[in-house]
């Protein structure tokens, strides 16, 4: 990821309505799946500024994991402890060690060499039981300068992601796409600004207007009521919750 998305990132999370509505579904994810009352030993694989580490704390202890010095540099702004250099690709953690592993918005990074592997270290470290969380940014066709500004390399389909999981041996107990009410207008701009041949080397994680970012985050908040009781058929990610064996 450019150096300055990581500014903007940490700068961000708090409040912008896209990480704000993002929390809120998967704490819906985890509030019906996750054991209750528990104490969890949780792994962020690719925590970035560290953000989602204050979330996660909901549930139980956490360790976080991450390629980039920069990204551990703002962790430590955050004063979170428990937070490594390391690829998700080659983890250095003992065998059986978590009940919960996340990783949001990470498998599809250029510094990820091997998705698979990553997913199949997962396993590896999690406890007979314990659940992953994945979320990823959906449709290849999708792909564009935002995903040029934060060093992706690849989008996911529901399919191709499930088939990894499945035969990494994981059990599936939600795969859906999310973000799908705001997905037509981002289509639809999407396609006019590779018509147009618009050029911007910067992400889509903007500084907003107040009112705006109240507004676009209605949609997200909908969404992590009715996630809970079935599936969006498409959408702007993918989210996987999956438990080992």
Known sequence: MEIREYRIMYELEENHFWYKGMRKITRAIFEKYLPKKKQLKILDAGCGTGRNILFLKN?????????????IEYCKKRELANIKLGSIDEISFKDESFDLITC???LYHKRVKNYIKAIGEFYRILKPGGTLFIRVPAYQFLFSNHDVAVHAKHRFYQTELKNILKK??????KLTYVNSLLFFPIVIERILKKLINHHDNTSDVKDINPFINFFLQIPLNLESILIKYFDFPFGLSLIAMVKKG
């Not at 202890?61 to 390629?67: P, Q, R, T």
């Not at 990494?168 to 107990?173: G, S, V, Y």
């Open 59 to 71: 549930f139980g202890k956490v360790s976080g994991i991450d390629i980039s010095s920069n990204a």
């Open 104 to 106: 949001f918005d990470v």
């Open 168 to 173: 990494q041996h994981f059990k599936i107990l």
